[in-house]
């Protein structure tokens, strides 16, 4: 029964990040995302038990068969969603929280060959836009948002959304999870609408209004010294 609820409750969870989904039975049958977990939940059990080979075998037939590559040694915690997942490569020392959402095309990856932790610690409610490359024993905060094609390679703090190559955090608005609520916190593939802007693109706009500001006086300064030299000539003549 534990089992059941456990599966009901995976289920339930692309309900509540999918408007898309019409049924549990269409889950089951039409989500590779639920297919990656279910047999990643199988080849971690094995792992701890250490049938190593057999875990790996079934992570390549969850690999052949959804095109999400999720190493039976990586944790994953409860509620995990994988929106489409084509392309999802999730790393072998790879944590993650409950309640995270990554899309298609996202990487967990590790960028040292040292034994030990190699691969992103992702806290609770994370959610990973399309595309995103995460690289390294980085630790990525509750709640945060990876937008997607981003490059994170340092840690991310809770409730940050992180944008560009290598990443940055963006500026704006900061919502109140206690007083919103979890709905208002989760962005579609990591991308902010509340106003949220890149801080590059910010930098770049505060310059073209300096620039701006410096054309005019300096039109008006070159205004101002054409008339003195009018006025000059004319008193020469005089």
Request: aromatic content about 6%; glycine content about 10%.
């Amino acid at each position: 029964m534990k089992l059941l609820r456990n599966i009901l409750a995976e289920i339930d969870s692309f309900f509540d990040r999918d408007p898309a989904a019409r049924s549990r039975l269409e889950i089951v049958l039409c989500y590779p995302g639920f297919h990656a977990l279910m047999l990643y939940r199988t080849s971690h059990f094995l792992w701890q038990r250490h049938f190593r080979l057999l875990a790996r075998w079934i992570s390549q037939i969850a690999r052949f068969l959804t095109g999400i590559e999720i190493h039976p040694g990586a944790t994953i915690g409860k509620r995990f969603f994988i929106d489409h997942g084509m392309g999802v490569v999730i790393g072998e020392t790879a944590s993650i929280g409950d309640g995270v959402t990554i899309y298609h095309g996202v990487t967990l990856g590790g960028r040292s060959a040292k034994p030990g932790i190699r691969h992103p610690q992702l806290g609770s409610n994370v959610v990973v836009g399309s595309g995103a490359q995460l690289l390294g024993p980085i630790k990525i905060g509750d709640g945060a948002r990876i937008g997607s094609n981003a490059v994170v390679v340092r840690d991310v703090p809770e409730d940050a959304t992180m944008v560009g190559v290598p990443a940055r955090q963006v500026v704006g608005e900061v919502i109140d999870i206690q007083h919103h609520g979890k709905d208002h916190a989760f962005s579609a593939y990591g991308t902010p609408d509340d106003g949220s802007r890149d801080p590059r693109q910010v930098a770049i706009d505060k310059l073209m209004k300096t620039v701006e500001a410096l054309s005019r006086k300096v039109e008006a300064l070159e205004k101002q010294d054409e008339s003195i030299a009018r006025t000059a000539e004319e008193w020469v003549e005089k």
